[in-house]
């Protein structure tokens, strides 16, 4: 261990008193060696000897040196009785400069005045009194454990000191950084993007890349939360290879990123490094045993072409790697004003199809399915159409996206179910042959929990029967969603009957035909927009007659639209038509006529 000195300073009237001290406290090298048998071994520290003839100028040199930070170990007092309360006034400011010093009084046997001043003092485990006589090695005992406290004191301090500097530090680490990656966060990437631009001039030029990994979604809900962390972790890492002095990095939340690129010259080195980001993100990811595959997508804005506020770049690199997920992802795409019309006309729409919801300015329509045989009515399809203030009419494929997109069809949807089973009662109610009304239900319904209690209480509201409903499920919703089957084997459960919608348009699943408790098929309009025309149609059609038959389902061709289609049904057994060539969607009151009117042949 290495020798630590430690200063001491000697207040005194006595300038012979100073010389003691100095000559008892700076020994020979045999008188320490003695005292260090005497401390078990201890290394004794070096004494650093000041002298000051009274309390002021003490107190002036104690105030220096605990100004530049070499403060005083320990203090001897040789304050005469008399002058006590002045003794008691300098100690007093002594630990006011430092509260550590130790203090010794060295007094007379005969005085009791010290003892009795303790109360007054407080801070009594820094003093002790010393009484006269008293011998060299007394002093030097007294000397080394007194100094020897005060190095554990302060090194006590210093430790609490450095550990609170170090807590103070992983704070404002926690505080500016993602605790996942150890990236900048939202907040302090914000405020550097601030500060860039305030001292950034209008010819430098940097570009800001959004980041947003595809598929992410999927991974978290298949494999869990902790693989989508363990996902973002590992991504972080390969994103961090990328950066260098010119690259400012940060996760603004989930599964999006963005890379800040300085002093670039151009377009095309931000594509390039954009690309390389593509390439890592393709690599794949071993998590949990498991080897995972994504893809990101990369909006791309720059300063100053593209804004010249921090939030205003943000949101359009934003923009533009939205449009790199519309366009297939895995993809990069820089902002541009079409992107900001684009982006301006989608919040447009939205903003009205929440309005709509609110407003009620949705209305229905049916189109007619017949029996092929005796070409009667015997069921509708429920369409939905959108009254829009200023733009008419508005058909489904127009708003129906958007609605699922921002989960606006769960509502609708509900809407759609509620008042097409109404009308359909009130129709039942007017004496009218009854019939089944088909409604379409999304798969985002399908999710919701307890779906088909939803289906119940509206069934239960309305007084339908539910062999008057049919639900209508596109074959690619329970294709690519297998945790539906549960939920339409709950509806089942309910009375109404069930079909695959749009069958042999997606990836056709003859497991679900096996599994799922279904009805009925609908044969997708494409097949037969090329009757006459391809005959792998119309083999086809006639597979799906013939399998559907053999399963004992109903099947149904829709978007019939001439006689050529409707006899080649016909002539292949497919018990059910709907199509222009019957009839287009009908109002309700039109609808109604229709029905007073069953009998009579299309």
Known sequence: ???????????????????????????????????????????????????????EEGLQQIMEASKHGNSYALVFMDIHAPTVN??????????????????????TPASSVWENSFDE???????????????????????????????????????????????????IFQASHDEMTGLLNRYSFMEYLHRLLQITLKKQMFGLLFIDLDRFKLINDSLGHSAGDALISEFSKRLQTLLDDDHIAARMGGDEFVVLVKNIKGREELYLYAHK????????????????????????????????????????ADAAMYYAKEVGANQIQFYSEELNRHAAEELEKETDLRRAVVN??????????????????????????????????????????????????????????????????EWQNQKLAPIRVAVNISGQQLKQPNFYKTVSDVLEETKLDPQYLVLEITENTIVSN?????????LKQTGVKIVVDNFGAGYSSLNCLRDIPI???????????????????????????????????????????????????????CSSVQGFYFSKPLLPEELKKFLQELSVKI
């Not at 003794?87 to 010093?101: A, C, L, Q, S, V």
């Open 519 to 573: 009805d009925g098929l609908k044969i997708d309009r494409s097949f037969l927009q090329n009757i006459k025309l391809d005959r792998g149609d119309e083999v086809i059609i006639r597979a799906i007659v013939s399998m559907a038959k053999s399963l004992n389902l109903d099947v149904l061709a829709e978007g019939v639209e001439s006689s050529e289609q409707l006899n080649f049904l016909k002539a292949n057994e």
């Open 277 to 316: 980001i593509l390439k890592i993100s393709t690599m794949p990811f071993e998590i949990f045993d498991r080897t995972v595959s994504i893809t990101s997508s990369i909006g791309i804005s720059m300063f100053p072409s593209d804004g010249d506020s921090g939030d205003e770049l943000l949101r359009r």
């Open 1 to 55: 261990m290495q020798q630590r000195d430690v200063r001491i300073l000697v207040i005194d009237q006595s300038p012979a008193a100073h010389l003691d001290f100095i000559k008892t406290l700076t020994c020979s090298q045999t008188a320490v060696n003695a005292l260090s048998s005497l401390q078990s071994g201890a290394i004794l520290p070096k004494f650093l000897i000041d002298s000051a003839s009274s309390s």
């Open 482 to 490: 297998p945790g539906v089957v549960n939920a339409i084997k709950e």
């Open 86 to 107: 002045e003794g008691i006034d300098t100690i007093k400011k002594i630990w006011g400069f430092d509260k550590n010093i130790q203090v010794v009084v060295c007094t």
């Open 121 to 171: 003092l407080g801070n009594t485990g820094n003093l002790l009194i010393l009484k006269k006589p008293f011998d060299s090695l007394a002093v030097k005992q007294l000397a080394c454990a007194l100094t020897k406290k005060w190095q554990l004191m302060q090194d006590s301090y210093e430790n609490l000191l450095s550990s609170r500097i170090e807590l103070e530090k992983k704070l």
């Open 360 to 425: 009620h300015e949705f209305f229905l329509c049916y189109q007619p399915q017949f029996d092929t045989m005796t070409e009667k009515l015997f069921a509708v399809e429920t369409l939905i159409r959108w009254c829009h203030p200023n733009k008419g009419v508005v058909l489904p494929m127009d708003f129906i996206p958007l609605s699922e997109e921002t989960g606006l069809i769960v509502p609708i949807g509900e809407w759609v179910l509620r008042a097409a089973c109404k009308q359909n009662k």
